[in-house]
């Protein structure tokens, strides 16, 4: 019987260590993403030009990516919520709560941009050219 309390305990706080070290793992990206559309939004306010379209595609990419990272990191913080000591819960949740801040904040401003941006047409065919 102490055995299985053994075990359980053990696998517990396995699946706490595993689930700590995925949502490390997706805030690193997180970050990462955060800070290349702050970067790109600076460039682009500091220059006064509108964003190229590579620019443009990529804080929408940016933008997606967040909205997908968000969510596996807030599932990933009820597991840990869930197995974490007593102890953890007010740091656990202080934590998450700056990273969602952090991201909402980008979010924003990307969506800010990207209304301030004029979208660029496709080059248009003008030419006369008939196939037969």
Known sequence: MDLDLAQQTAKMAEELQ????????????????????????????EHGLPFS?????????????LEEKISIVKDLDEQVLSRC?????????????????CVLDIQRCIAQQLSATPVPSAPQNTSSTVVE
């Open 85 to 101: 000591d007593v102890g953890e819960i007010e740091k656990e949740i202080e934590d998450s709560d700056e990273i969602l801040s």
């Open 53 to 65: 379209l590579s620019k443009t595609n990529r804080l929408h990419t940016i933008n997606a990516m």
């Open 18 to 45: 595993r689930a700590k070290a995925k949502r490390a793992g997706n805030r690193a990206v997180i970050t990462k993403l955060t800070k290349e559309a702050d970067n790109i939004i600076k460039e682009g306010q």
